[in-house]
């Protein structure tokens, strides 16, 4: 079993700063890609912003300029830093990986539980 856990959301104001966490754990040979997903109110998930093992990064053009992802693969832990953040940007945020499981070196596609971020005055 691979488990991703994500931390980090929260209540800001526009203009404002938030860091998303999400660690995996669990019986785990290798992680590939990594990514963050959102999905608002009434509307459909949508890729924020991922990054490969090799940390070639790849954003949504909504996010561009602002949010930056990375990547501790010693703690197979990744990141999403977001800055400026608009109103726009509240949605539920979504840990995503592609993870080699052990002891059948099985290809997973695995995803966090999600996490509430909303941008308010």
């Known amino acids: 079993q691979v488990q991703l856990v994500e931390s980090g959301g929260g209540l800001v104001q526009p203009g404002g700063s938030l860091t998303l966490s999400c660690a995996a754990s669990g019986s785990i040979f290798s992680i590939y890609a990594m990514g963050w997903y959102r999905q608002a109110p009434g509307k459909e998930r949508e890729l924020v912003a991922t990054?490969?093992?090799?940390?070639?990064?790849n954003y949504a053009d909504s996010v561009k300029g602002r949010f930056a992802i990375s990547r501790d693969n010693a703690r197979n832990t990744v990141y999403l830093q977001m800055n400026s953040l608009k109103p726009e940007d509240t949605a539920v945020y979504y840990c995503n990986a592609d993870v080699m499981s052990l002891p059948s070196y099985q290809y997973l596609e695995v995803w966090g539980q999600g996490t509430l971020v909303t941008v308010s005055s």
């Open positions: 990054i490969t093992e090799r940390g070639t990064t």
